[in-house]
């Protein structure tokens, strides 16, 4: 199982990034893929999970407004876009796979992609 996340980078306050999340090797269609974020000090948070089966999407208060998972099952790629980035969105970005989108739950982690937004 691999998830290969790309994307990040540093950008000013009020800014867009897209976050992308290459998937292979995950055999259960019942996983959600994730993205997942951690700042320095800070417990892992769940962000977003999107089912590659149904399409069907869970956003936590953190990213409800801003951020919009998608996904194209052709290309095994899903998909973070952030809007309106702010400060307190720094975190190392982790893209993951698990039957719910709880941090314990998760049984596959991919690398992390580095977002820094300054002021």
């Known amino acids: 199982v691999q998830l290969q996340a790309s994307g990040g980078g540093l950008v000013q306050t009020g800014a867009s990034l897209r976050l992308d999340c290459a998937i292979s090797g995950i055999t259960k269609a019942y996983y959600l893929i994730g993205w997942y974020r951690q700042a320095a000090g800070k417990e892992q948070e769940a962000l977003s999970c999107?089912?590659?089966?149904?399409?069907?999407?869970y956003y936590s208060d953190s990213a409800k407004g801003r951020f919009t998972i998608s996904k194209d099952n052709d290309k095994k790629t899903v998909y973070l876009q952030m809007n309106d980035l702010k400060p307190e969105d720094t975190a190392v970005y982790l893209c993951?796979?698990?039957?719910?989108?709880?941090?314990?739950?998760?049984?596959?982690w991919g690398q992390g992609t580095q977002v820094t937004v300054s002021s």
């Open positions: 999107i089912s590659m089966s149904d399409g069907s999407t």
């Open positions: 993951a796979a698990g039957p719910w989108p709880v941090v314990r739950t998760v049984r596959y």
